[in-house]
């Protein structure tokens, strides 16, 4: 094999530093914004900016007094149990439609897919506050405005076209002769679905799924249309810290939410 010039394999590793040094660079462009929380978070002072003794790194500047407040303030116990509550039982529900619905449309024979795809795809499409209005009047009718079912509800919502996605995305490369020839051998089309592509479709349905709780996780603007008192949630819990008192318990608890990304 002929080999290539000696400048050539320079330029070669030059470009691919480059390359790892832009793509660095980038990477850390858009996470700073994100990880300068992290140490205001134990702060001593009551402020939202870096304070000298914290630039000095005088130990009496950093404490854990924000944290301690979490767990004393009964508003963020409520609104940290809320949004697991509500984040679990509406992925449950996004995952069990989202995939059945995905299941359908791959199907040859599925009328009208083009609509129905669409219209399952339409709350990532449409303005969150379009869907956040026309929910509070639709729910009015049914008393579902101030609890916990109706938030799940509305939740599973955004979430199922996550879950339609990413199972629609495995279903692409599924070969659906494996289905036929499970029912062949006699089993029902309900554990031929658990037995044969279940198996296949997983990982499609584990990512939905995890779409469908950050979703859920990190909705502020529903739950500021339709939860009552008792079902304010974390974003809703910090978007009125913003707005009625400023501390730093705010960036405690978005440091933890952070690690729990993370």
């Excluded at 089309?189 to 950050?214: K, N, W, Y």
Aim: a positive charge.
């Amino acid at each position: 094999m002929a080999e290539f010039p000696a400048y050539y394999n320079w330029k070669h590793k030059a470009g691919i530093y480059m390359l790892r040094f832009w793509a660095a660079a980038a990477l850390l462009f858009l996470i700073m914004p994100i990880l300068v929380m992290v140490p205001l978070s134990f702060n001593s002072q009551p402020y939202f900016t870096f304070t000298e003794g914290m630039l000095a790194l005088d130990a009496k500047a950093y404490s854990l007094r924000w944290y301690q407040k979490i767990l004393d303030s009964p508003n963020w116990i409520l609104a940290i149990k809320n949004s697991f509550i509500i984040g679990f039982f509406a992925t449950i529900v996004a995952t069990v439609l989202g995939t059945v619905a995905a299941v359908g449309l791959a199907s040859a024979h599925m009328p009208f897919k083009r609509i129905i795809t669409a219209l399952l795809l339409s709350p990532m499409i449409v303005p969150l506050i379009i869907i956040a209005a026309g929910m509070f009047f639709f729910y009015t009718r049914f008393g579902l405005v101030g609890t916990l079912p109706g938030l799940v509800i509305a939740h599973a919502a955004l979430g199922i076209p996550f879950v339609v996605v990413t199972v629609t995305a495995t279903l692409v490369g599924f070969d659906r002769a494996l289905y036929n020839a499970g029912l062949s051998l006699g089993t029902n089309p309900v554990r031929t679905f658990f037995e044969v592509v279940f198996p296949l479709i997983r990982p499609g349905v584990i990512s939905g799924a995890l779409f469908a709780f950050v979703t859920s996780f990190d909705e502020v603007v529903l739950v500021l249309f339709l939860a009552g008192p008792d079902q304010r949630t974390i974003p809703r819990q910090m978007f009125s810290g913003l707005r009625e008192q400023i501390n730093p318990t705010i960036l405690a608890v978005a440091t933890l939410l952070i690690l729990l990304s993370v």
